[in-house]
């Protein structure tokens, strides 16, 4: 089975997809993580690059096309990713949704984790961040894709993260939905 997690900034993807895939012992992966080595190649933060990317649909391409050569040449793996389960349709879809405080909070907590973005400690500044990322993203791949990242429709599982404990909770709670997937197609 292949797991796509996309979701709001700060909504925890990243966390809680290594946590499935190490439950799950499948390999883990992040678009993300790519974009903001492709952004530091370019001498750019990751907001830079998607700025750039609301005119130049190359700054996706080397990401789009590694998702769906990942898509189609593997299996059982993790990917969190905005889009992924835009180029991987064969998996299941999980959004994670967040409210912007919970996740500014989250993002300062884990700046050092995140070189590809220039993260300030001041909450307001960083849910002013978050939002003009969710308008750049949500502009960029409804003039590309065409699609609504944020629309449930396109997702079996949608948690809203602010609402939780912990990532692990997160988790489990994305465990016991798979487990009941896997156990309805058996």
Same mark, same amino acid.
């Given at each position: 089975? %292949?797991?796509?997690?996309?979701?709001?900034?700060?909504?925890?993807?990243?966390?809680?997809?290594?946590?499935?895939?190490?439950?799950?012992?499948?390999?883990?992966?992040?678009? =993300?993580?790519? #974009? =903001?080595?492709?952004?530091?190649?370019?001498?750019?933060?990751?907001?830079?690059?998607? #700025?750039?990317? !609301?005119?130049? *649909?190359?700054?996706?391409?080397?990401?789009? !096309?590694?998702?769906?050569?990942? =898509?189609?040449?593997?299996?059982?793996?993790? %990917?969190?990713? &905005?889009?992924?389960?835009?180029? %991987?349709?064969?998996?299941?879809?999980?959004?994670?949704?967040?409210?912007? *405080?919970?996740?500014?909070? &989250?993002?300062?907590?884990? #700046?050092? /984790? #995140?070189?590809?973005?220039?993260?300030?400690?001041?909450?307001?500044?960083?849910?002013?961040?978050?939002?003009? &990322?969710? /308008?750049?993203?949500?502009?960029?791949?409804?003039?590309?894709?065409?699609?609504?990242? *944020?629309?449930?429709?396109?997702?079996?599982?949608?948690?809203?993260?602010? !609402?939780? *404990?912990?990532?692990? /909770?997160?988790?489990?709670?994305?465990?016991?939905?798979?487990?009941? &997937?896997?156990?309805? /197609?058996?």
């Amino acid at each position: 089975m %292949i797991v796509t997690i996309s979701g709001m900034p700060g909504s925890g993807k990243t966390t809680v997809g290594k946590i499935i895939a190490e439950k799950l012992n499948y390999n883990f992966f992040s678009a =993300g993580e790519l #974009r =903001g080595k492709i952004a530091l190649d370019r001498g750019l933060t990751l907001d830079e690059l998607n #700025r750039l990317g !609301e005119t130049d *649909k190359t700054t996706d391409t080397t990401v789009d !096309e590694y998702q769906k050569k990942l =898509g189609q040449e593997n299996d059982n793996f993790v %990917i969190e990713g &905005r889009l992924s389960w835009l180029f %991987i349709p064969n998996s299941y879809k999980i959004f994670l949704d967040c409210d912007s *405080k919970t996740a500014a909070d &989250r993002l300062i907590k884990s #700046r050092e /984790q #995140r070189p590809d973005e220039s993260l300030p400690a001041d909450p307001e500044k960083v849910r002013d961040i978050i939002e003009k &990322r969710v /308008q750049s993203d949500t502009k960029r791949y409804s003039a590309f894709y065409n699609v609504d990242y *944020k629309d449930p429709k396109h997702y079996d599982l949608v948690l809203d993260t602010a !609402e939780l *404990k912990s990532a692990n /909770q997160t988790a489990d709670l994305v465990l016991k939905a798979l487990r009941t &997937r896997l156990d309805s /197609q058996a």
